[in-house]
């Protein structure tokens, strides 16, 4: 069972094939993360600062996102679009899902490093005479972004994967990619593995750091 | 019936921090232990229940070695009880519950006997009223005086206060002290660290001076903090009183 | 826009639908009882003396939390043929999942077993307990309530997961047999809509239930 491993018909233009499919999950993972990166903070300042009254349905409606499969949203947003006529390909409906959802994620983890920030310390900034804005840059922001960074690093590795589903719908990833060669050439723990070496060494570099940068907040706190 | 302390040599790592303490707790006795803080007593404590191993010596309890290679530390810690300065209330359990644990699961007495004996001891540490209660709804004065009651409900015979007090705010001390004195006016063994010397005067039968991990002086209170004699126990009274 | 919206074929679809509900519900619950347990094994084995045992737990987990959960159904099922083992889609499913849970609640458990201070086992042994009785009557229960909500969040989690089961075939699942009457309709976007909804719906009912859950154990 492992000849396989020694006598595979896999080629290297197989593997170029793959490496093409890393490079669209990198790039949905981009353009996912972006977006859902701008929305998160904006809806996460919004749910910290306002009333009750946009704060609760606008919870509401991102609870949504997170309590939907993303398979089933993609595969509702994918048929929607047919509906009304928006002519997007499936990279395009797969960005803007993934955004739409990573935003959900994103603004909870502004809205917690928001609220992190004691009002006391705000109270202590604005005492020793600096301005509203000041207190924005130099005292939330960088407090604030402590907190959220590591949430926020944890999340675009988890976007990163959650792509992988982004091919039923029709896009070539790399998990559709391999499953190309996998039909193909009938060497699937082969193909797949590469795949998940593939998956793991984009995630396990970042996710190490995350958690590097998490301990040495902690410690100097 | 005593605790005996032989040549007691304690380290973390290469830090020394009890370097040979011989001292015999009588039964019946009262014996406090002052000094400046790292001078190694609470260590000493710990280790006097087998919390912490200890590096070289020997300490019997009721002639019972207790870092011995046979000893049962689970059944000699029943009547050893113990009292820290972080009070280690159990935060899951209400204050009953807290009591009636160790009498249910380690002596294996039946609910109604483990409650009869938690509503007693809570009773003596004046916390009647609090027992449905969860510990966080108690100040800090009234949790040490559970964590007291937790302690007796093992009936032990001997207790150890490991600084009791010196997490506490100031006006809850008291409350505390007068546990301890009721204690000791029963006939309680204790040995108590404490930075409390007035406390420490009024109720030891004998007061010991820690210093670096060695004991500098010992005896009766109006010795040793009526009279001291080394110049190291004059130095740390004066930066005390 | 000339579509009209067919909305009654779905709602006669509706009883199976819920049928592929309760599926959904059985392997989201099987995977995390499953992944409990070998999430306890896993914490145990990495900070085991034996580096095998650390080696194999730290593997796990970092593969778990490292690839696309799809991926690893795919090795469950696909992967593991090669191996001459195979699995139907309901079992590879699960094992998928399970898989994936298991590495993330190692983490939890660690972190969880770490949050309970190390002064409530010093508390619970000068009381006369042993190592055991101390860690079952004084540190699981703390570390439970600790470890309650993130477990909660894997389990909906988990139902969000059981989702990929179309991917290997899995046909009686909600997805699953939502995917059938798609394919034999076309209405894509009704069926799957409702299946939305009770997707929703049940992580709708896994937090509140555990919600009340919460208010009824912790009440400390």
Redesign the interface.
């Known amino acids: 069972m492992f000849s396989s491993l020694f006598e595979t018909s896999f080629s290297a233009n197989d593997l170029m094939f793959m490496l093409k499919g890393a490079g669209v999950t990198l790039m949905l993972t981009f353009w996912a993360v972006l977006g859902g990166t701008l929305l998160g903070v904006v809806f996460g300042v919004i749910r910290a600062i306002s009333p009750w009254w946009v704060n609760a349905p606008l919870g509401a409606v991102l609870d949504v996102f997170r309590s939907i499969p993303l398979l089933i949203q993609l595969v509702v947003a994918n048929s929607f679009k047919t509906i009304v006529g928006i002519h997007w390909s499936p990279f395009t409906v797969g960005c803007v899902v993934l955004a739409l959802y990573m935003s959900a994620y994103c603004t909870e983890i502004v809205r917690s490093g928001f609220l992190a920030v004691p009002t006391t310390t705000r109270r202590a900034a604005r005492s020793l005479g600096l301005s509203w804005r000041q207190d924005l840059t130099e005292i939330v922001f960088p407090i604030a972004l402590r907190v959220a960074l590591p949430s926020w690093i944890g999340l675009t590795l988890g976007v990163m994967k959650d792509t992988a589903m982004v091919w039923w719908i029709g896009v070539v990833e790399l998990l559709r990619s391999s499953q190309v060669i996998v039909t193909r050439i009938q060497e699937p723990l082969f193909v797949l593995s590469i795949a998940g070496l593939i998956y793991f060494l984009m995630s396990f570099p970042i996710a190490r750091l995350g958690a590097r940068l998490e301990k040495r907040w902690r410690e100097n706190d | 019936m005593s605790i005996e302390i032989q040549d007691v040599h304690k380290a973390f790592g290469s830090l020394e921090v009890v370097k040979g303490v011989t001292m015999t707790v009588e039964k019946g006795e009262v014996v406090s232990i002052i000094g400046g803080s790292g001078s190694g007593k609470s260590t000493l404590l710990m280790c006097i229940?087998g919390?912490e191993p200890i590096n070289s010596g020997r300490i019997l309890v009721d002639g019972t070695d207790v870092h011995g290679r046979g000893t049962d530390l689970?059944?000699l810690?029943?009547k050893?009880?113990?009292v820290?300065q972080?009070w280690?209330a159990?935060?899951?359990?209400t204050v009953l519950e807290n009591v009636m644990?160790?009498p249910r699961?380690?002596?294996g007495k039946s609910k109604a006997e483990a409650e009869a004996i938690a509503v007693e001891k809570l009773a003596r540490v004046g916390l009647s009223e609090k027992i449905k209660v969860?510990?966080?709804k108690l100040s800090g004065g009234q949790q040490q005086r559970m964590?007291i009651a937790?302690?007796l409900a093992?009936s032990p015979d001997y207790m150890l206060f490991d600084e009791v007090t010196s997490a506490l705010d100031p006006q809850l001390v008291g409350e505390v002290l007068d546990t301890m004195r009721l204690l000791s006016s029963e006939g309680m063994t204790m040995i108590v660290v404490t930075h409390e010397i007035a406390f420490a005067r009024e109720v030891s039968n004998r007061v010991a001076f820690f210093h670096k991990g060695r004991i500098h002086e010992i005896g009766p209170p109006a010795q040793v903090i009526g009279n001291p004699r080394e110049p190291e126990t004059i130095d740390f009274l004066k930066s005390v009183l | 826009m000339n579509y009209t919206f067919h909305w009654l074929p779905a709602f006669r679809a509706l009883p199976e639908m819920l049928w592929g509900a309760l599926v959904t519900l059985e392997i989201a619950v099987l995977s995390m009882v499953l992944g409990v347990l070998f999430a306890v094994l896993l914490a145990v084995g990495a900070s085991s003396q034996y580096r095998i045992f650390r080696a194999a737990a730290v593997s796990w987990v970092e593969l778990a939390r490292n690839t696309p959960a799809l991926f690893q159904i795919y090795m469950a099922y696909f992967g593991l043929g090669s191996l001459g083992i195979h699995l139907d889609s309901f079992v590879a499913l699960l094992a998928g999942i399970t898989f994936n849970n298991a590495g993330y609640l190692a983490e939890t458990f660690r972190g969880g077993l770490r949050a309970v201070p190390q002064?409530?086992v010093?508390?619970?042994?000068?009381?006369?307990?042993?190592q055991i009785?101390a860690f079952r009557?004084?540190v699981m229960?703390?570390m439970f309530?600790i470890v309650f909500y993130p477990l909660t969040n894997q389990m909906v989690w988990a139902i969000l997961m059981t989702s990929l089961g179309v991917i290997v075939g899995l046909n009686n699942d909600l997805t699953g047999v939502t995917q059938e009457y798609n394919v034999r309709s076309f209405r894509t976007f009704e069926y799957f809509a409702l299946a939305a909804v009770i997707y929703y719906l049940l992580a709708k009912f896994v937090t509140v239930s555990a919600r009340l859950m919460a208010w009824r154990l912790?009440?400390?």
Do not use: D, W
Request: no cysteine.
């Open positions: 229940n919390l689970n059944k810690r029943r050893i009880g113990i820290f972080q280690n159990f935060p899951h359990l644990l160790a699961k380690v002596l969860y510990p966080s964590a937790r302690a093992m | 002064t409530q010093r508390a619970a042994r000068s009381l006369g307990m042993g009785q009557l004084v229960p703390q309530r912790f009440r400390y």
